[in-house]
């Protein structure tokens, strides 16, 4: 996860509670976070440290407020920022990012990408207000949202609504491209222009329901796949140029 101010990328570590059958198996729980640090011990003496360690009671606020909260502000000020959820299947990645859509889940229980939706438009809310009572002319904002799967070495456009779902192995238009300084962009990728928190979530669940799901030993519902949700967010101030943030959200399985 990156910053403004310091080193571009920070790493997190999340342990998930145990899930039931682990529970009815008597799996024991063989980490403990050291108080204070961020480290964690694996068994009794094999200890790692990150950026930020969350525990099995960590609540999906904590992990919003301490790392995702400011990459979002600091795309209204300028900067593009990547949120990046690693591990293996059924260690929470789903669940953290919050691309589940479960219905049963409280709001409570809302993971990143609907936080970080609802923190943007809330943003730019904020931001009109002020340039109103501050008698200045309104900045303009344009919101838009590109949703990729990558499954089995294709790559999937979870936004093209003539794309047949069933069809796997057909390949899309979308071409993978480096640049000069050794950048990867996409082209032919569908970008949905989106003026509301409800409509970016629309978007988002439907895009999650097309990706590809299935059982894994771990994990009832895996995703099986590595999804890269991508908010572009343009913000034209009295004159300037227009200046083009991303946000960047990838699952990885
Ligand atoms: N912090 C947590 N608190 C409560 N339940 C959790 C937590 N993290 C994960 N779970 C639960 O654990 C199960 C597996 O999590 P999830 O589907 O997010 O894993 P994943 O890493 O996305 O797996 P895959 O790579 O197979 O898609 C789910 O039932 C999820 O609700």
Do not use: W
């Amino acid at each position: 996860m990156a910053t403004q101010n310091d080193c571009c990328v920070k790493v997190s570590l999340r342990i998930r509670p145990q899930m039931a059958k682990e529970k009815i198996e008597g799996c024991h729980i063989c980490t403990s976070v050291t108080p204070g640090e961020p480290q964690v011990l694996l068994g009794k003496d094999k200890a790692f440290t990150y950026d930020f360690v969350f525990d099995l009671d960590a609540r999906q606020h904590q992990i919003y407020s301490a790392c995702v909260h400011k990459l979002v502000e600091g795309c209204f000020e300028g900067y593009n920022a990547t949120v990046f959820a690693y591990g293996q299947t059924g260690s929470g990645k789903t669940y953290t990012m919050g691309t589940g859509f479960d219905v049963t889940m409280s709001e409570e229980e809302q993971g990143i990408v609907p936080r970080a939706v609802q923190h943007l438009f809330q943003g730019i809310q904020k931001r009109r207000l002020e340039t109103q009572s501050a008698g200045m002319p309104l900045p303009e904002f344009k919101v838009s949202a590109q949703f990729l799967e990558l499954y089995n070495e294709e790559i999937l456009d979870l936004f093209d609504s003539t794309r047949d779902p069933e069809a796997r192995g057909r390949k899309s238009n979308i071409k993978i491209h480096e640049d000069g300084s050794g950048g990867i962009y996409t082209t032919g990728v569908t970008s949905r222009l989106v003026s509301s928190e409800e409509e970016m979530l629309q978007c988002l669940k439907l895009g999650a329901l097309s990706r590809t799901t299935a059982s894994t030993q771990m994990n009832a519902q895996s995703s099986r796949s590595h999804a890269i949700f991508t908010i572009h967010l343009c913000q034209m101030r009295v004159c300037p140029q227009p200046q083009v943030r991303h946000i960047n959200s990838s699952v990885r399985s």
